[in-house]
């Protein structure tokens, strides 16, 4: 049981190159999000998903866009990458109800 | 905006001593979580707490919550070094997806 998976671990970009972060959970779980988790703070979610072919957004979504086509895939497509999109970002998973969530190792992007 | 707020920012202790870490937030919630972070990897769960609870334990872990002053605390009891990480609460509002952390705790025992 691999939990979720991101990937890649790793990532640097150019201004204005589009990339895709991947996340995928093998729990069958309903809700995934995307957080962003800037130096000495906490994280900002910037798109969710309460199940497949259903997306909203969250506090940062501008940049950013999701699709849903499948329960255990969640990617997230930076359009055309900025400096302020460096960052770690952070897949999430979490099944009905008052569930936890449970997270990934993360994606660490430079854009410069 | 960050509805939670941790307080201290950061905690440095001896092994053996106890840890308390509060958090405040702003709006009502449906629940509220703890979370631990080792440098360098994800966020893992602690403990989830309801609104109508007031206190909950798992192992070393004690936390309580008090609506009516919208905080919560996290107290760890005899530390270890192992347990240096950056502690983080989040507000869950709705039951939904809609997780909101503070800046969190970065706590340091000291063998």
């Known amino acids: 049981n691999a939990g979720v998976t991101q990937t890649p671990k790793f990532q640097v970009l150019k201004t204005g190159q589009s990339m895709t972060l991947q996340c995928a959970q093998d729990m069958n779980h309903e809700y995934m999000s995307w957080y962003r988790q800037d130096p000495g703070m906490g994280l900002r979610l910037i798109h969710y998903s309460v199940g497949a072919g259903i997306t909203d957004q969250g506090e940062v979504p501008n940049g950013y866009n999701v699709s849903r086509s499948t329960t255990e895939d969640f990617p997230l497509r930076l359009l055309s990458a900025a400096p302020s999109q460096t960052s770690v970002y952070f897949c999430a998973s979490r099944g009905r109800g008052n569930q936890p969530q449970h997270f990934g190792d993360g994606t660490r992007l430079s854009i410069l | 905006s960050q509805q939670g707020e941790e307080d201290p920012q950061a905690l440095s202790i001896q092994e053996g001593e106890n840890a308390t870490m509060n958090c405040s937030y702003k709006?009502?919630?449906?629940?509220l979580q703890w979370y631990r972070q080792n440098s360098g990897r994800g966020l893992v769960h602690l403990i989830l707490?309801?609104?109508?609870?007031r206190e909950k334990h798992s192992g070393r872990l004690r936390v309580t919550l008090d609506t009516s002053k919208k905080s919560s605390s996290l107290l760890i009891t005899a530390s270890r070094a192992a347990d240096t990480a950056s502690y983080f609460c989040?507000?869950?509002?709705?039951?939904?997806?809609?997780?909101?952390f503070g800046g969190g705790t970065r706590l340091m025992v000291k063998p």
């Open positions: 709006t009502s919630i449906n629940n």
């Open positions: 989040a507000t869950d509002r709705n039951a939904g997806n809609m997780l909101t």
């Open positions: 707490i309801r609104s109508n609870e």
